[in-house]
């Protein structure tokens, strides 16, 4: 069983689902299992150096993760909404800017995936999850922490 914390310091999630424009004001939540492994391969290309290829280590990690459907534990939130208004040539743009306000100042999203990692597989979840500093759009800053199976409580 593997479990990953994130904590979002703003108390904000932006996240515009895979089929929907951001000026309609939906929210991808929970975060798709889709959009959990995409955070983790972009941060290797960014951040770990890989070039053509993650590495054989980083592919089976993914492979296992896809395989089985991630299970939630959601903090208290609530949505909410800015407008903002974009000069353009013509007349200024309404633009909506759509996300989850986090009740509490320690919310956690905790998310477990149901498989068993090999030792390399589990140091290179923690080391790829410990580069993530947003998921979703930019404005979404999260720290995530992949927990002890004894210390979770998902």
Known sequence: MIVLSFR???????????????NEGRIEWPPSSWR????????????????????AVAQ????????????YALPPS??????HYMPTRDKPAKVFDAFLRFVHDDAD?????????????????RELVSGLT?????E??????LLDA?????
């Open 8 to 22: 979002f310091p703003a108390r904000r999630y932006h996240a515009t689902p895979w089929d929907a424009h951001v």
């Open 134 to 138: 947003y998921l979703g759009r930019a």
């Open 109 to 125: 999203l905790s998310v477990r995936f149901d498989t068993e990692l090999s030792p390399d597989e589990t140091d290179c979840l």
């Open 36 to 55: 959990l492994m995409r955070a983790m391969l972009a941060v290797g290309y960014t951040k770990l150096g890989w070039v053509d290829e993650p590495s």
């Open 140 to 145: 979404s800053w999260v720290e995530v922490s």
């Open 78 to 83: 609530t949505e909410s909404h800015t407008r």
């Open 150 to 154: 004894d210390h979770a409580t998902l």
């Open 60 to 71: 089976n990690l993914i492979r296992k993760l896809a395989a089985v459907d991630p299970v």
